[in-house]
């Protein structure tokens, strides 16, 4: 296992700097005009970048660190109401046999619309691009998680049911004792698609709204041809990817049982 | 012997035909059982016979097609605190420790208590079942034996006017169910509780029985016999091997379940 475990790690750096190598040779030499930045460019903004994440010189120049923050804290928001309103919703489908058939074919024709594609609707209604860009991560958030949690209620063992049913376990204990508890491995898978989905969205709608965002800080770097900014943003989206699915992913291994 | 206190009162039971064509499968018919108020009585039948059906319907689980089951006076049709169920597959909560299965139960049945005087009570259950040192444990880190006494401490626990054992003993190993069996009789002459089993093991019904219901086969099963079991408690294992009585009920069921 550790041997194993060193190995992985060998290797992945092997390959970070295979690709890195490959990347900086295929640039190298050309002008600035010609070819995109290579690592050691990219690698030079980075420093500069993360050695004042913070400052603020106005609305079209502030630090990386702001620009994360302001799309985090809209996604924390809209992604809040949309788990909120995706496991109750979730609850009551699944327990339920009837509503869920009855509800499934609009979830369907819902689910694969892109989230952006609410836009313009959302613009015209509340005339506010920020809270725009809010409805548009809880559209985007909205589907997995209402489909996982709607999933996992209605498979829900009887034996279980049956149990509170002789306890006689009052609605809202048998709800945070028995159904959310043996349905929460479904619920949280839903959860972290969903957060990645989000994740994803949010970049593209604050393309559209401007103002601030990582997606904004994207599109405002390329309007500055600032190509090494791009390319750094666009590692601190993955990064930041990677960090939201781990924390979820420790929820989920907290939240696990094995049936017995 | 004061008669009545729990009577299943003509009850059949007909599953709807498969497709809705044909007549159903009738499992059993016209099954009429009094239970005294403190009285242990099994029932033993064949696979199939309906048995753990009607135990359910006592539960209020199931339902019964014709009849009706009546507990102290009172019709009952729905599950309630005061029939309490030991499942043959343990129906413990996986996400729970053995400790928060039992206090589930102890909670629903007494909810003017407090947090401590719950945890008491849980705790005298768990020494009283042999659970202690387990009591942090799920059930999956338990054994079979170990997740019935969780089962039994869950269920007893509650102090419900009856007990229903649906083959409580059917998944647990040959040596561990013989202690177990101790542990129920004793917890049972301790609480004075009257229990309804179903079981297809002949000597542990004799061993525990104060009247066993012999069921003949499936479909239209009937309730053929009542046995009386006249051995003096407490009954021990030991003794039981060579009693002339209890080969003779022993010779008596077997003949009838080969034959009937």
Redesign the interface.
Known sequence: MRRDRLRVLLYSLLIGAVLLGLWQAAVAGKPPGKSIPGPLAVGKTAAEMLAHPFYDHGPNDKGIGLQLGASLGRMAIGYTIASVIAVSLGVLLGLSPVLYRAVNPYIQVLKPISPLAWMPLFLYTIRDSAQAAVLVIVMSSLWPTLANTAFGVASIKR??L??A?????SWP?RLV??IL??A?PAIVAGLRISIGSAWVAIVAAEMLIGGTGIGYFVWNEWNNLALTSVIFAILAIGVIGVLLDAGLGRLSRK?A???? | MTAGYLLVDHVSKTFPPAEGRGDGLNVFEDVTLEIARGEFVTMIGHSGCGKSTLLNIIAGLEHASRGGVVLEGREVTRPGMDRMVVFQNFSLMPWMTAFDNIRLAVRAAHPAWSRAEVAAHVQRWVDMVGLAGAESKRPAALSGGMRQRVGLARAFSTEPKVLLLDEPFAQIDALTRGVIQDELVRMWSATHNTVFMVTHDVDEAILLSDRIALMTRSPRAQLAELVEVKLARPRRRADLIDDPEFLRLRAQILKFLLEG
């Open positions: 034996d279980y049956n149990v049913e002789i306890l006689q376990l204990r004792t028995v508890p043996a929460a939240l049982y094995q049936e017995s």
